[in-house]
């Protein structure tokens, strides 16, 4: 008997689980989870032996959600993303569920399950090293979460707790601070050059001597002022 718990933050994808475990009757549902702040606690809490997860989910996604688990239990991923397939399997992953899929793909997925010969330790490579740089991260946009690729942001600017990230033609919500976001994303593309202030540097134009310190202009012609204490990062950059 193995214990189950299922994390997907759409009804309809946990649903579909719940039909497809039914002709496994050694795999036992222990609960589910929309978010990947429930999946923690009830995964912590309940310590089962495997775990249909989902990926993109508001908040915490499904590999955050491995960095805070007590023990690790075999993982199958069901997402809608194919993006993420690579990824999922460095983290050794059981298998990667592609919605929409057949119960024939979810019973190879369980069976693939009974290969292993012992829990492997799922993502420990991820939980002990730094992540990747993310290449599409999840904002808002009025009232839904779309995706939407770091190398179109052109600025970040802080919005009290929060970010507001511009690209040439629209502005995004992220729910992480300016802080935040200035670790989350890659250096080498990111630079912060004011507190309330990230620039992309693929996207500058150019950079004009103003008093003290600089002011930036981005492709989409607008002007950025660099305040002093961040001036010696645009001194290091040039040569």
Known sequence: MKKVIIVDDEKSGRTLIKEYLESHPDLVLLGEANNGVDAVKIINEFKPDLVFMDIQMPGMNGFDVLQHLEELPQIVFSTAYDQYALKAFEVHAVDYLLKPYTKDRFDTAISRIGEVKQIVPLAEEHIHQKHEFPERIIVQKGTKYV??????????????????????????????????????????????????????????????????????????????????????????LMF
């Open 147 to 236: 995706t939407l690729s770091t190398s179109d942001i052109y600025q970040i600017e802080a919005y009290g707790d929060y970010s507001k990230l511009h690209t040439v033609s629209d502005t995004f919500i992220s729910n992480h601070g300016i802080s935040v976001l200035e670790e989350k994303l890659n250096p080498k593309h990111f630079l912060r050059i004011h507190r309330s202030t990230i620039v992309h540097l693929d996207k500058i134009k150019e950079v004009v001597k103003y008093g003290k310190s600089y002011m930036i202009v981005l492709l989409n012609q607008k002007n950025v002022k660099v305040s002093r204490g961040y001036a010696d990062k645009i001194k290091a």
